[in-house]
């Protein structure tokens, strides 16, 4: 692989000295562990950096942040800090919809804007783009960063960017997990990382409600096109039954993939408005992110998702006739 040219981003760090870094709406543990390493780095360099997400952090990656240092922004309150600072990081994704109203501030802003993430793009996103669908997750583009400016490591760089390719590799398990993935999280664990600690933070924080959520899909679990294709709805009435939030709902969209047979599995999500969120995830031989885009998505081949301008029954209705498509069974 061709040597990254990290030095339009390693200039804006030495020009500037407030930061504010962000992620996407719901972060996730590559998002959130990307910022702290982003942080720390630029802390190591005598920068004030600022952590500024638009929605809050979930409770398994709270460890991530023990001393409550991540804004969750309200724009009344915290419009002055993206104001004040000098330059931003935008990890992990590369739309600004997606920022909320942060994204709003930081399109429209003329200051310096770098983004480092792994989500397929064919458009240039910020004046400083690091955006390489080839690695496993944004934490190994910070990684790959913090190497090339020769940082030694500390502990909270070291089990955030763990983070980011434990969690956005499934645990080594999806496709993305590469022998990089495996040598940095070598690595890392060899610089004191204790991997089964924080697979207990992230992994084994499941709250009772969302247990029983689980146990009412897993009963709602439907299957189309001879077994290849699973499906079940998340709604609004099975969330309150369940006291289980959205955020509860994380990683229930890969489940039916485990089952033998199922190629391609689909969750809806009722959202309060009317709206739905549909999640796709493939085994690995059929490519669901074409779908995903054709409705306004994106995501990765194998794992890609929508936002959907219908209620939750029409939205079955769309999305399902165009995944039966994938197998000739409609
Ligand atoms: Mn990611």
Known sequence: MKERDWTPLKKVILENTSFVLTTHINPDGDGLGSEIAMAELLKTQGKRPKIINCSPTPLNYSFLDPFKEIIVYENAKHRSLLEEADAFFILDISDW?????????????????????????????????????????????????????????????????????????????????????????????????????????????NSESKIHLLGMILQNLKFE???????????????????????????????????????????????????????????????????????????????????LEYPLHESNAIVLEETRRLFNCN
């Open 97 to 205: 919809g997606r920022m909320r109203e942060i994204g709003n501030y930081l399109k429209n802003t003329t200051k310096p804007k770098i983004c480092l993430d792994h989500h397929q793009s064919t458009v240039a996103f910020t004046d400083i783009d690091y955006i390489d669908p080839r690695v496993s997750s944004t934490g190994e583009l910070v990684y790959e960063l913090l190497e090339s400016n020769g940082v030694k490591l500390n502990r909270r760089m070291a089990e955030a960017i763990y983070t980011c390719i434990l969690t956005d590799t499934g645990s080594f398990r999806f496709s993305n997990t590469t022998p990089r993935a495996h040598t940095i999280a070598s690595r890392l664990i060899a610089e004191g990382v204790n991997s089964n600690r924080i697979y207990q933070e992230v992994y084994e924080q």
């Open 225 to 307: 096109c001879d077994g290849q294709l699973a499906w079940f709805n998340i709604t609004q009435k099975m969330l309150e039954k369940s006291k289980a939030s959205i955020w509860d709902t994380e990683g229930f969209a890969d489940f039916p993939r485990s089952i033998r047979g199922v190629e391609v599995s689909l969750m809806f999500s009722e959202l309060e408005d009317r709206k739905t969120k549909v999640s796709f995830r493939s085994k690995g031989h059929v490519v669901v992110n074409s779908i995903a885009m054709r409705l306004g998505g994106g995501g990765h081949e194998f794992a890609s998702g929508a936002l």
